[in-house]
C-alpha cells in the first residue's frame, strides 16, 4: 500500500528565509506527486504536482519541488518565504492508474513576519 | 472559477442526531471523494466514487457513516446517529479520475457534535 511521510509536523521560519518540506513516499511504481496548501480556514489548494519528465517541478507563488526517484522524494522549496506562506502543506502521493490520492498528514508553516 | 460547493459550511448538533453534508463536484468531474480532517488524524479518505458507483468506502465506519450519489450533481455523507468523534472538518473533492489529474476540494463542512 502507498504511504507518504512528511517529516515535520511544524515549521517556524522568519521572512525571507528559505524553505525545504521534506516528504517521502512509499511505492514500489510510477507514481503522481503532489503538493497541496492550506491556509487558515481555507480548503486544500494545488501547489503543484508530478506527473512526467522534468523532476524538477515549479508551481504556484514561488514554489518548486524535486522529484528523486532513487531517495522516493518529493521535497517542496521556495527561496525566501513570506508571512503570506503560512499554512499547513500537504504532501501526496498517486499511483498510475489508480484514482486516490494518499496524503501525508502535513506541515505547519508558521512565518513569523 | 468552477468550484466544488459544500452545505452546511459549520453544523453543531448533539449526539444521536443525524447529519447530512452534501456536495456538488465541478460539472464534468467523474470522480468524488469525502475526507475527514482532525488533528491527530490528519486527512483520512472515507470514501470515493466514479461515475456515481461507489468503488472504495474502506474508510469508513460502516454501522453509522452512509455516501451516496443520487446524481451526478449530488453527493451526501450521512452519520446516524453521530458520535463527539465524529466532529471534524470533512472535505468533498471531485476530479477528472485516473489519478493524474488533481483533486479539487470544496471548502469543507465543520462537524461539531456536542
Known amino acids: 500500500a502507498q504511504s507518504v511521510s512528511q517529516h515535520n509536523h511544524h515549521v517556524i521560519l522568519s521572512e525571507a528565509a528559505s524553505l525545504e518540506l521534506g516528504c517521502n513516499y512509499s511505492?514500489?511504481?510510477?507514481?503522481?506527486l503532489f503538493w497541496y496548501v492550506q491556509y487558515p480556514g481555507q480548503h486544500l489548494q494545488l501547489l503543484l504536482k508530478?506527473?512526467?519528465?522534468?523532476?524538477l517541478v515549479k508551481g504556484i507563488k514561488g514554489f518548486e519541488a524535486e522529484f528523486i526517484k532513487s531517495k522516493f522524494s518529493f521535497n517542496l522549496r521556495k527561496p525566501s518565504v513570506q508571512w503570506s506562506d503560512t499554512a499547513e502543506y500537504f504532501c501526496a502521493v498517486n499511483a498510475y492508474r489508480d484514482d486516490k490520492i494518499i496524503f501525508g498528514k502535513g506541515t505547519r508553516l508558521h512565518i513569523l513576519p | 472559477d468552477a468550484r466544488v460547493t459544500q452545505t452546511p459550511r459549520h453544523k453543531v448538533t448533539e449526539m444521536g442526531q443525524e447529519v447530512t453534508m452534501r456536495c456538488q463536484p465541478i460539472?464534468?468531474?467523474?470522480?468524488v471523494f469525502w475526507y475527514r480532517q482532525t488533528m491527530m488524524q490528519g486527512l483520512e479518505l472515507l470514501a470515493y466514487f466514479r461515475n456515481r458507483a461507489p468503488l472504495d468506502d474502506s474508510g469508513m465506519p460502516k454501522d453509522r457513516f452512509s455516501a451516496e450519489m443520487p446524481d451526478a450533481t449530488l453527493a451526501t455523507l450521512k452519520i446516524q446517529p453521530s458520535e463527539p468523534r465524529d466532529s471534524a472538518v470533512y472535505f468533498c473533492a471531485s476530479g477528472l479520475g485516473s489519478g493524474n489529474q488533481p483533486q479539487h476540494f470544496g471548502d469543507g463542512t465543520r462537524l461539531s457534535i456536542l
Open positions: 508530478y506527473f512526467s519528465g522534468d523532476p
Open positions: 460539472l464534468g468531474h467523474n470522480t
Open positions: 511505492y514500489g511504481g510510477t507514481v503522481n
